[in-house]
């Protein structure tokens, strides 16, 4: 292990009040910062882990898991940490599928038939779960990708008709 992880976990830990484990176990390091992404507070040493865990895929995970609670301006520094070229192209994806997520009308993009093309899985679920946009949800609802994202549009569309008969 770098010593500049065993440094870093072992503040962490200690921050957090918890034993830091087996630093060379990346189950033992894992549930360090599981526990640490639920306390606001250590985010300034989640994002030194970040760039000294070895593990990529633990790296990649503490990212994925922060950027929907970070504010749009700081993800890219968060990315911009990650080792891997592939970790930091996926998570760059993540951080762009959130803005479509988080933004204030997917409707309009709905003008280029084939931007749903370019949507993942992930991203579709996530619309057909929390979209309030008719057309969005229609054509997920028509086109989703899987049976689960058309039956979770459709579910979606018969709820806001619900709540509202004259919506659709």
Do not use: C, N
Not at 45 to 72: M, N, R, Y
């Amino acid at each position: 292990m770098p010593a500049d992880l065993d440094a870093v976990l072992a503040a962490l830990a200690g921050r957090l009040g918890v034993d830091a484990g087996d630093p060379s176990d990346e189950h033992d390091r894992w549930a360090v910062y599981r526990r640490a992404l639920d306390e606001p507070a250590q985010l300034p040493a989640l994002f030194d882990v970040v760039a000294v865990e070895p593990d990529d895929s633990i790296s990649l995970g503490i990212v994925l898991h922060l950027l929907a609670t970070l504010p749009p301006s700081d993800r890219q520094s968060w990315i911009d940490r990650l080792g891997a070229d592939r970790g930091r192209a996926y998570a760059t994806r993540r951080a762009r599928e959130l803005a479509v997520l988080q933004g204030d009308s997917v409707t309009t993009l709905l003008d280029d038939p084939s931007v749903q093309d370019s949507w993942s899985d992930w991203l579709q679920l996530g619309l057909a779960d929390s979209s309030d946009e008719p057309a969005v949800l229609h054509r997920l609802a028509t086109k989703g990708r899987t049976k689960r994202i058309r039956r979770l549009a459709s579910e979606r569309i018969r709820t806001l008709e619900r709540r509202d008969p004259g919506a659709s």
